[in-house]
Nanobody
């Protein structure tokens, strides 16, 4: 069994910063792509950023230049540094990972979500 646990959400004023973390644990041989998604009230879940094992990154247009995704493969952890936050960034943020088990089967896992609220 594999678990992804997010941390770092909270309430921040517009223009502020937050850093989200997501640690994976359990029966893991390796983790391929990892990513962050978000879901605002009444909206569909959307991709925020993804990162490959080798560190190649991609971002949604709405966060380019403000958010940075990174990972520590030794710790099976992915991070999302969010700067210059806007009220439109308010959402539940979910961590996602493509996990390779010791039997070399790949499964997609999700974290439980962490709330980010940007408000004055």
């Amino acid at each position: 069994q594999v678990q992804l646990v997010e941390s770092g959400g909270g309430l921040v004023q517009p223009g502020g910063s937050l850093r989200l973390s997501c640690a994976a644990s359990g029966s893991i041989f390796a983790i391929n792509d990892m990513g962050w998604y978000r879901q605002a009230p009444g909206k569909q879940r959307e991709l925020v950023a993804r990162i490959t094992t080798g560190g190649r990154t991609s971002y949604s247009d709405s966060v380019k230049g403000r958010f940075t995704i990174s990972r520590d493969n030794a710790k099976n952890t992915v991070y999302l540094q969010m700067n210059n936050l806007e009220p439109e960034d308010t959402a539940v943020y979910y961590c996602n990972g493509l996990v390779l088990t010791p039997m070399l089967h790949e499964y997609e896992y999700w974290g439980q979500g962490t709330q980010v609220t940007v408000s004055s």
